[in-house]
């Protein structure tokens, strides 16, 4: 892959975007995508290029790593160039081909190094990639930092985020992550953090009284929020890793472990019985066993520098793995500050307490029907 710069402008390649230069953004993206050698204008002199897919991408376009996975490996007939003015160019070399260097000699490098192109292969042009400018930004000299670092920051948004995620937890999630991403604060560091909000938050539902219940409520809301931004932060820094990956699971987990009990004795202590234990037990003992058969399942093994939970599922979902991922989003915590309002929340573990071994057994009902 090479980089040839771009035109000088608000947003240059030395232009620290989110804690990380443009640059070398483009760079560890391009790394990310699969690609084995990366040349950029620092080589001195550019390297030969022997046969090989290439791709060279205009220094005025910020990449995703999706658009420029797709540019690696879309279909492109041998000795032929396919290009998008001013953004990119796929070259498939031949066995036959004269290496040949890409070295710049004017002024205008990008342009220069496009032109050379042009006249050494069978070239047309088209729109590069099907996914578009959703997964690019084509930067001129109007772009400012700003509206970049929205970009990058939008490209964030989860496609699995539920209705009250994607409405009011990912806009703050993402409004903290812009203002520590620059920041020595790791996405572990920010995993812990969040666990123990979570965790702060659980003896408060060992009260009846609404006002405590509000106030665990908000703590436990804001775990799920921060919990958002470790993520957000190793995708940012491209920097995900298993490690990560299995603190954030299990710290999720052992929040919820924790409310669930709260409630449950909060629960006996105002009924004065022992019967709301046995709904905090089942509630915990579901919500466990849950995690576990997933982390067994489709995490144990996971190697890949993508993130580690992504569904409850093996494979592509169908019917029921598409319907328990969505039970596992947490939009349900907005129903936990609902109902805590009122001094209600143990209504929420009546609900739990059916309905976490109720997701287990789905959890089954998948596993069978992905071996069978």
Wanted: with cysteine.
């Amino acid at each position: 892959m090479v980089l040839p710069p771009g035109n000088d402008g608000p947003v240059g390649p030395e232009t620290k975007l989110l804690g990380m230069p443009l640059a070398r953004r483009t760079v560890r993206t391009a790394e990310r995508a699969g690609f084995e050698r990366i040349i950029t204008p620092s080589d001195d002199p550019a390297p030969a290029m022997a046969v090989r897919r290439i791709v060279v991408l205009s220094g005025d376009v910020l990449p995703d790593q999706k658009w420029l996975q797709e540019l690696l490996h879309m279909p492109v007939e041998p000795g032929k160039m396919i290009f998008e003015a001013g953004t990119a160019a796929v070259i498939e070399t031949t066995p036959g081909q004269r290496p040949f260097s890409l070295q710049p000699s004017s002024e205008d490098e990008a342009g220069h190094i496009f032109a050379t192109l042009l006249g050494m292969f069978d070239a047309s042009s088209c729109r590069l990639g099907e996914l578009g400018e959703q997964r690019r930004l084509n930067l001129t000299p109007e772009t400012t930092v700003s509206e970049a670092v929205d970009w990058l920051l939008g490209g964030l948004v989860k496609e699995t985020d539920g209705f009250m995620a994607r409405l009011v937890s990912r806009p703050i999630s993402l409004a903290i992550t812009r203002r520590i991403a620059a920041t020595r604060v790791s996405a572990n560091a920010m995993t812990v953090i969040s666990s123990l909000v979570g965790l702060l938050g659980a003896p408060f539902f060992l009260s009846s009284q609404p006002a405590l219940q509000v106030t665990g409520a908000l703590l436990f809301l804001a775990h799920s929020i921060l919990d958002g931004c470790d993520g957000e932060l190793a995708r940012l820094r491209m920097k995900e890793s298993r490690l990560g990956g299995i603190l954030d699971y299990w710290g999720d987990n052992l929040v919820h472990v924790a409310v669930f009990a709260c409630m449950g004795v909060g629960w006996s202590l105002e009924s004065e019985s022992v019967w709301p234990l046995w709904a905090g037990f089942a509630a915990v003992l579901g919500t466990l066993a849950s995690a576990g058969f997933v982390f067994w399942r489709t995490m144990r093994h996971k190697e890949s520098s993508g993130p580690l939970f992504t569904s409850v599922a093996q494979g592509p979902g169908g019917g029921f793995s598409q319907v328990a991922d969505a039970l596992a989003r947490r939009d349900f915590i907005y129903l936990v500050v609902l109902l805590s309002a009122f001094g209600k929340a143990a209504w929420f573990l009546a609900l739990t307490a059916v309905g976490a071994p109720i997701f287990f057994i789905f959890l089954l009902v998948i596993a069978y029907r992905e071996t069978n």
